[in-house]
């Protein structure tokens, strides 16, 4: 035996070699791995009977003890199988009973569900963090103090209670402070428990498709349109039609309700992502009566609907008529930080009674004690304290931004209205914005190209989609000068513009 599994490596053995330097793996599994490998390897085939542990004991040098605990291993996995007339190897598959080798093959090509070539390459692992990055918050003002605060409360109030599962809907207390506060700030007519806490608005749209799509159903989308909502209706295998967009927001034919009746319409109506057109109220009404005509249920992401500088808040199209046939997702993504990953669907109140059972299969609830920090911190204020900051601090930013774009980029139009973290600059056509981009991030800058929102080409579709939200406004001016100077150069333009004293 001893010249198919090779001799063991002694304590005393291998101190002499090494001068004492490392220690060996315990007899007994250095025993097991040898034998393992022989049988992988079929150098001990299907069917080849084992020494006596007496025997193999005293060739290998070792108690007969351990080999007894080896075989023992060797057969409670499968390896080996002991009966009256001994130990023989197990007819592991007929590669390892012919003695073949079971060196690893070449990578097979893997068969990827269909949906996966629809994920189209265009989104680079790009960092997050770099200025100009779209819908980044500003990290460095977020109050971690106050929040360290409301975790550790969580812990000393709900500690070990809350390692344990959660409710699938998510925390009770977190579902009413979210109510209490779609009403007060944003006009949703809802009660906690029509809101289903998700892991982040991504999470929220991949269950609306779930709870109101079977493959194949159409989905309309705003083009250009938020790529969360794409991935999730292409993960549902849906068949997507993309909407175009004016300065009104999502424009419907009105012959796309008889051609293509959709089941699911996605659209960000307080702020268009990412053209930042705000939706019209009667196209909301209109929306709205269409698609209950139709048995189609909108989707409202209204994921920065708490931004806005100047005027009344633009208010949910939830909340405009009674038992509207819309799924209002919210994120805590900008109000709070991307990495929270709490997001959450208010679902009409019907629904939300008839689709628990459902849910409960479908969600597990976990992050409660994030969940019920971000209770506490909505109720006792914190949360509307915070947002009043980073509102005067996003305004800032986006007059900075305003400005520079105006001087830098004087004959481009400047989309976004007074609200969110971004602004979307169109570009002349003969400025690539993907070209731009790519030279953008190899300076160390995160705008995105306007094309790679769109899923058809439309005129109107070049520009960059800049982020203000993460960059403190005296870098903006400096930045937008880096843009505007490699646009020169991708315009074929030899000198940038001087920028006035
Ligand atoms: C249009 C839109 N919706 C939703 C989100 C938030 O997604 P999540 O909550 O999954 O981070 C974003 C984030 O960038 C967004 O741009």
């Known amino acids: 035996m001893i010249e198919i599994i090779g001799p063991l490596v002694h304590t005393a053995a291998q101190r002499g070699a090494r001068g004492g330097a490392q220690k060996p793996a315990p007899l007994q599994k250095q025993l097991i791995e040898r034998l393992q490998q022989a049988i992988l390897g079929g150098r001990l085939p299907a069917g080849s009977l084992l020494p006596s542990s007496r025997l193999l004991s005293a060739e290998m040098g070792v108690s007969r003890n351990t080999v007894v605990i080896a075989y023992e291993h060797l057969a409670a996995v499968g390896y080996v199988v002991a009966d009256k007339k001994g130990t023989r190897v197990s007819p592991l598959s007929s590669r390892a009973a012919r003695g073949e080798s079971s060196a690893p093959p070449a990578a ?55 390692l344990g599962y959660g409710t699938p809907a998510g925390e009770p207390a977190l579902r009413d402070a979210i109510a209490a506060h779609l009403r007060m700030a944003r006009g949703v007519r809802c009660e906690g428990s029509q809101v289903v806490i998700t892991e982040g608005a991504q999470e929220a749209l991949n269950l609306c498709v779930r709870l109101f799509t079977n493959p194949g159903d159409v989905a309309w989308i705003e083009d250009p349109g938020y790529r969360g909502a794409k991935a999730a209706f292409r993960q549902g295998d849906l068949t997507i039609q993309p909407m175009p967009v004016d300065a009104e927001g999502i424009c419907v034919p009105p012959a796309a309700w008889a051609a293509q009746p959709p089941k699911l319409i996605y659209t960000s109506p307080a702020h268009q992502y990412p053209t930042g057109a705000v939706l019209s109220v009667a196209r909301r009404l209109e929306l709205i009566a269409e698609a209950r005509r139709a048995g189609a249920w909108l989707i409202e992401d209204d994921y920065d609907g708490e931004f806005r500088y100047s005027g009344e808040p633009i208010a949910s199209m939830q909340g405009l008529v009674d038992d509207a046939p819309v799924l209002y997702v919210g994120s805590f993504s900008k109000t709070m930080f991307p990495a929270l990953r709490i997001g959450f669907v208010v679902l009409p109140r019907a629904i939300a009674e008839h689709a628990e059972v459902a849910l409960y299969e479908m969600l597990r609830g976990g992050h409660r004690l994030e969940q019920l920090a971000l209770a506490h911190f909505m109720e006792s204020g914190e949360f509307g304290r915070h947002l009043g900051r980073m509102r005067r601090l996003y305004r800032e930013r986006q007059q900075a931004l305003r400005e520079a774009l105006s001087e830098d980029f004087a004959a481009s139009e400047i989309l976004g209205g007074e609200s969110g973290m971004h602004l979307t600059l169109r570009l002349p056509a003969g400025i690539d914005d993907e070209t731009l981009t790519e030279r953008a991030f190899a300076k160390g800058l995160g705008p995105r190209a306007l094309s790679s929102f769109a899923l058809k080409p439309r005129a109107g579709t070049n520009g960059l989609v800049i982020g203000y939200g993460n960059t403190p406004a005296e870098q903006l001016a400096p930045a937008v000068r880096v843009l505007a100077e490699l646009a020169g150069l991708a315009a074929g333009r030899e000198k940038p513009r001087r920028r006035r004293a």
Not at 109 to 131: C, H, I, S, W
């Open 108 to 162: 097979p090509e893997v068969a990827y569900a269909a949906r996966v070539g629809q994920f189209a390459a265009t989104r680079k692992p790009v960092d997050n963090a770099l200025p100009l990055t779209p819908g980044t918050p500003a990290l460095d003002r977020f109050p971690l103090a106050a929040w360290r605060r409301a975790m550790e409360r969580a812990m000393e109030r709900s500690l070990p209670r809350a």
